[in-house]
């Protein structure tokens, strides 16, 4: 069996072995009803936590932080004690089952998934 973190967009057509889908974004799909959430591919479980704050997201969106920025902030968010501690239990179901984290961001590369992919990832090797 595949392990492993990967990332995905909200609502985008589930990839062979991604495994368990984490919603990663601070708020709900607007109009999509909680028996929907799976069948329209958003995510198996929401985990809001472990997405940035609305102001910093704000910030980024009105451009008045860049996104290395933005990255920065992020990270020392999920310094924090109960993130930690949804990161480090994500990074052990991870050892033994793939889990892929997603949002509604269009790109990746700009996106807070692709830094929660790489604070999982690296988790998820062995100390």
Not at 61 to 90: N, S
Request: overall charge positive.
């Amino acid at each position: 069996m595949k392990t492993g973190v990967s990332c995905y967009r909200y609502g985008s057509p589930r990839q062979r072995g991604e495994g368990l889908r984490i919603g990663a974004a601070r708020h709900l799909p607007r109009g999509v009803k909680r028996g929907d959430w799976q069948r329209g591919n958003y995510f198996d479980t929401w985990l809001p936590l472990v997405a940035p704050t609305a102001d910093l997201v704000a910030a980024f969106k009105h451009e008045q932080i860049t996104f290395p920025a933005f990255a920065r902030r992020y990270r020392a968010q999920m310094k924090a004690p109960e993130a930690r501690h949804v990161i480090d239990l994500l990074a052990a179901v991870a050892r033994s089952q793939p889990i892929s984290v997603g949002c509604f961001c269009e790109d990746e590369s700009r996106c807070h998934r692709s830094i929660l992919r790489a604070l999982i990832a690296e988790r998820v090797k062995p100390a």
